[in-house]
């Protein structure tokens, strides 16, 4: 007569497992023990002394399991709460990690600024102390000799001014500029200047330089004469000093 | 050439020694502007200055004005100006400029109120009688391209660059945004009301839109070809549009061609190719019946609706008249009851009457070209020979050259010390200067700017230069007309634009404001001129309407005021010692007023009986400067841009028979013909065109001229004209 040594789960689940969770470690198990009939208390419900190597050759032969459909439903359910609980866990903490970056952003941009009493003195100040644009600053400029005195002059104005901000308690020299929407003004205006230079100027346009034009008419003359071109670097191309003597003389004689 | 003496003529027939020193001097003229040349005549010598680098900036935009008969002319720099048509187109105001202002469009509205636009989104009314701006109000819309004020001359039409068209209403003291009509894809580049208010045309770019003023919905879109028959790449811009009140929209654009269309159906009817060039302006006179456009190569056609034949009444627009007196682009053009008016960026402003529509055919039916400014862009240092020169953002001051040389009537004098540039001073900000003086002893230097007044104190010994700014200026003193230095350089007269004259005492290194002159009868009237005694006692200041008055400077009164003229007053001048005010007016007309006596001299009465000779009073230049002699009482100089004279109140006056211009008579005739046929008026045509002239001391003359060739050679470039054999 062979006897049957009761079984043994294969994952023996602790009984603290069982009775203080709503949900075992894993349904297997449960399953495992409900069906095995694996009794929770008494003395067939301590686990065997046994290895249990050899319960693996046993397990090939064991009968399907049967599932009712309350459990399988009830473990379907059980399956997406978690998966719901996870998801909502990991949103959880990604909004948390945004929140603090956020914070921490926030937190050095205020470290860049400037201290809110230094902004409110700039405001308040009077108009004349702000200027729109630094590169106006420098607007007298004096090419022959002596230009200290009214540099001197100059430079102590504007740091006079340059102190009036100063004395807010910056360290360091700076302008300040107040922006009244003139970039978006100056570039429309800007674009406006470019398509008119484009239309009037631009290729495709028939243009011709100011020296050619003037020569049409000594070229038109009875007696012809070479092109006037400009000594000057700035009108035109420069031209030799012969050449010019020679044509002008009889041009203008002839206009006087 | 002149001779000893006061026997001036012009040279009809140079001598071959002249010619041939002349023509040295000619060939250094295109070197760098730091030459300068000195000619003896007889018993002056004369500083001929050619390195006032003064270049006009271009006309944009010409509004003309039919109740008083005024023409705006708006310039690239942003600079509006009023000419006085029937005051022998003067000058007579200006707004000045500033660099953000680019105007585009310019127009009249009811009541004489002034608009501008430009692309600086910004629309602006001007006050006529302050001379300033009354506001800016933006319109939101971006860089506006384009504005037409209606019929009724009660509503303001802005085309922006956005595409949409904005309608300002014009209340009493300003304008008010109404409504905006349907947006359009691009930027709106021109405009027009039909005269009966009920539609407007606006061009864009490739196309025109037809809107229906009371709903604001766009009733008709009409392409228009790039290319007259033909495919281009380049986009065809409606450069301007014009409503007839039968409905018909002409259109000018880029492609050369004058194009009529049907607003009823939205359909092309007429097609003109006139040029191959773009056409930029158009400009309908009031009959409807002629019209104006002005193209790109500098040519202004004239359009005429005539009869198919002589008696049938059908018309048809035909294009009758081209005029060329332009050589660049001509962008606006505008049509008075009598004439063609055309400027553009080669900066002359062309007024062209119509030999048709001119009742009187008189000298008034000449063309008139207006080129050099009518006020003085330069003053003078005597005592030191310091000339400063004023343009749009600096401050040119220069020392003249000398020479020790001599040399018999016609001789040119090779300088020993060239003229030297001394400083440059660059103003602040984007405001134009209005005015600038420098004192007489040449160490006061002031200018005004519309927002500032500056004034420098200058010293200047043995080739080291230093200027100190005075600083703290008082506010009433900015936007001055009008400044002017007494002869010790102790005083300093500022006219504003309020009216107002301020005296101001001038200290080492600071000043003392003495008193103001309030506007007399309480009309707030600009005060354009000023002159001031050599003696430091009288003041005379000239408005645009009321008489000149004249002020006591030690009692700080007003002493008398000269009857008020209905033409301007262009030039005015205080003589050394005998205290007579010469004025001078647009229409050519001298008045001599004593001062002290509060009457005209006798001489003066004189010639007002007499009248002036015919050809003086044709001159269409006006009298900028008037000067006098120390030693000699007797003689008034004065210049206009073409001609100087020297008036000898001693000599018999010429009556309309005797030859202006009198050449002296070959040296072997009898001294009693030279002394029959010399008259009052010495009159010298060989310095021109002449921007200022004066008398340094008793035998030095300096005279700044500027050559037309030098400006044509800093403009843009022209359209390439392909000539047959070049």
Partial sequence: MVQLRPRVSRTPASASAMVDEGQPASEEEAEHGLLLGQPSSGAAAEPLQDDEEGDSEFDEDEAPEELTFASAQAEAREEERRVRETVRRDKALLKEKRKRREELFIEQKKRKLLPDTVLEKLTTAPQTTIKKSPGKLKEVILQKKNEECEKGSDSKKTKEKVQKVQSVGHNKSYLAVRLKDQDLRDSRQEAAKAFIQNCLYGPGTNRTTVNKFLSLDNKRLPVKKAAAQFLNNAWGKIQLLALIILYTKCYFVRRW | MLAVGWGWLTDARPSPVASQLKSFWFCRRHQPHRRCRSLRMGEFKVHRVRFFNYVPSGIRCVAYNNQSNRLAVSRTDGTVEIYNLSANYFQEKFFPGHESRATEALCWAKGQRLFSAGLNGEIIEYDLQALNIKYAMDAFGGPIWSMAASPSGS????????????????????????????????????????????????????????????????????????????????????????????????????????????????????????????????????????????????????????????????????????????????????????????????????????????????????????????????????????????????????????????????????????????????????????????????????????????????????????????????????????????????????????????????????????????????????????????????????????????????????????????????????????????????????????????????????????????????????????????????????????????????????????????????????????????????????????????????????????????????????????????
Wanted: proline residues 5%.
């Fill in chain 2, 155 to 726: 509503q303001l039409l802005a085309g922006c660059e956005d595409g949409s068209v904005k309608l300002f209403q014009i209340t009493p003291d300003k304008i008010q945004f109404e409504r905006n009509f349907d947006r359009q894809k691009s930027r709106i580049l021109s405009l027009s009301w039909r005269p009966s208010g009920t539609h407007i045309a606006a061009g864009s770019i490739d196309y025109i839109s037809v809107f229906d003023v009371k709903s604001g919905s766009a009733i008709h879109k009409m392409l228009v070809d790039r290319q007259y028959m033909g495919v281009s790449k380049r986009k065809c811009i409606i450069w301007g549009v014009a409503f007839l009140s039968d409905g018909t929209v002409i259109s000018v654009d880029s492609a050369g061609k004058v194009q009529f269309w049907d607003s009823a159906t939205g359909t092309l009817v007429k097609n003109h190719l006139v040029a191959n060039a773009d056409v930029q302006s158009i400009a309908v006179s009031d009959q409807e019946d002629s019209f104006v456009v002005g193209t790109a190569e500098g040519t202004v056609f004239h359009f005429q609706l005539v009869s198919v034949t002589s008696n049938s009444s059908e018309k048809q627009w035909v294009r009758t008249k081209p005029f060329q007196h332009h050589t660049h682009d001509v962008r606006a053009v505008a049509h008075s009851p009598t004439a063609l008016i055309s400027g553009g960026t080669d900066t002359h402003l062309v007024i062209r009457p119509l030999m048709e529509k001119v009742e009187v055919k008189n000298y008034d039916a000449a063309l008139r070209k207006i080129t050099f400014p009518h006020r003085r862009l330069i003053s003078c240092s005597k005592k030191k020979q310091l000339l400063l020169f004023q343009f749009a953002h600096h401050l040119e001051l220069w020392q003249l050259g000398s020479t020790v040389a001599t040399g018999k009537n016609g001789d040119t004098l090779p300088l020993s010390k060239d003229a030297d540039h001394l400083l440059h001073l660059k103003t602040k900000g984007p405001e134009n200067i209005i005015c600038s003086c420098i004192s007489p002893c040449g160490s006061w230097i002031a200018y005004s700017t519309a927002s500032r007044f500056f004034l420098y104190r200058l010293s200047y010994e043995r080739d080291n230069i230093s200027l100190q700014r005075v600083s703290k200026m008082p506010a009433f003193l900015r936007s001055a007309l009008q400044i002017l230095f007494s002869e010790d350089s102790a005083k300093l007269f500022v006219a504003s634009n309020q009216g107002s004259l301020h005296i101001i005492r001038l200290l080492e290194g600071s000043f003392k404001h003495l008193h103001t002159f309030q506007p007399q009868s309480g009309t707030v009237e600009s005060m354009c001129l000023l002159a001031v005694s050599p003696d430091g006692n009288w003041l005379a200041a000239s408005g645009t309407s009321a008489g000149v008055h004249v002020y006591n400077v030690k009692n700080l009164k007003l002493h008398c005021t000269v009857p008020a003229y209905n033409f301007p007053v262009t030039a005015l001048a205080i003589a050394p010692s005998t205290n007579n005010l010469v004025i001078a007016h647009s229409d050519q007309q001298v008045f001599e007023y004593s001062i002290p006596d509060k009457q005209y001299t006798e001489w003066s009465r004189t010639i007002q009986k007499q009248g002036f000779h015919h050809l003086w009073l044709q001159r269409d230049t006006p009298i900028t400067h008037i000067s006098f002699h120390l030693k000699r009482p007797m003689h008034i100089l004065l210049h206009d841009a073409y001609m100087f004279c020297i008036i000898d109140k001693s000599l018999p006056l010429p009556n309309d028979k005797t030859l202006l211009y009198n050449p002296l008579p070959p040296k072997n005739e009898s001294d009693v013909i030279r002394r029959r046929t010399a008259h009052a008026f010495k009159i010298s045509k060989i310095y021109k065109p002449l921007l200022f002239m004066d008398l340094l001391d008793e035998r030095t003359l300096v005279a700044v001229e500027r050559p037309l060739d030098d400006i044509i050679a800093q403009l843009p470039p022209p359209i390439k004209k392909k000539k047959f054999g070049t």
